[in-house]
């Protein structure tokens, strides 16, 4: 596709519920990220996959979160037993290549999560 | 990555130029400057990044200080569609985790 595409674009959900967020990557981009942003707050890095090399999982608040990326390609990121400071809006970016001097992240616009 | 402060908000009138600038102090050698901006409701966009010298594209221009302990993003021509949240990041090339602060909110005024 032409961008970074996420879905759902808003996902509302009970406490204690899992949830399932998937981004589909720019077409031939190696590298993906996940990040989190809460309200009114910047960027926290979560996971990131560069082809089929080990996940950096550093960024992943608790052993509830795991991602994972089929094929090098589309990714899901999955929220076991929700909690309500979970809420929050769960952004996807990729890019071409790690080490490019001009490395550029395109995101996507994100899925709102809401944890009632 | 070396701590980054930028003001937290700033206005600016539609057609002017829009300075926002960007103290990095403990910044090392090695380490980029990079900007981003997130409109209401989207994914943060590249905007432009910079190493030692004063940087341009189609969107803005970078200045870095000889010491490159603090730069500036210029925005020419402001408008309408540039009022966003603009973040500053300085990253060791080749790390992955770009560390977004709260960045400066930029609201361009008619």
């Known amino acids: 596709g032409a961008g970074v595409s996420q879905s759902p674009s808003n996902k509302v959900t009970e406490k204690g519920k899992d949830v399932e967020l998937r981004c589909d990557p720019i077409?031939?981009?190696?590298?993906l990220y996940w990040y989190r942003q809460s309200l009114g707050q910047g960027l926290e890095f979560l996971i990131y996959?560069?082809?089929?090399?080990?996940?950096?999982k550093s960024g992943l608040p608790s052993d509830r979160f795991s991602a994972e990326r089929t094929g090098g390609s589309v990714s899901t990121l999955t929220i076991q037993r929700t909690q309500q400071e979970d809420s929050a809006v769960y952004l996807c970016?990729?890019?071409?290549?790690?080490?490019?001097?001009?490395?550029?992240?395109?995101f996507g616009s994100g899925t709102q999560l809401s944890v009632l | 990555d070396a701590k980054t402060t930028q003001p937290t908000s700033m206005d600016c009138a539609e057609g002017r130029a829009a300075n926002l600038p960007c103290n990095h102090s403990?910044?090392?050698?090695?380490?980029?400057v990079y900007w981003y901006r997130q409109i209401h409701s989207q994914g943060p966009q590249y905007i432009i990044h910079?190493?030692?010298n004063n940087e341009t594209n189609e969107m803005a221009s970078l200045i870095i200080t000889e010491d490159r302990k603090s730069s500036t993003l210029i925005l020419p021509h402001a408008t309408l569609r540039d009022t966003a949240v603009y973040y500053c990041?300085?990253?060791?090339?080749?790390?992955?985790?770009?560390?977004f602060g709260t960045g400066t909110r930029l609201t361009i005024i008619p």
């Open positions: 970016a990729s890019s071409l290549e790690r080490m490019a001097t001009n490395e550029k992240l395109f």
């Open positions: 077409s031939g981009h190696t590298a």
């Open positions: 996959f560069q082809g089929n090399s080990a996940p950096d």
């Open positions: 403990t910044i090392s050698g090695n380490e980029y």
């Open positions: 910079g190493l030692k």
């Open positions: 990041i300085v990253r060791y090339f080749g790390n992955e985790k770009l560390t």
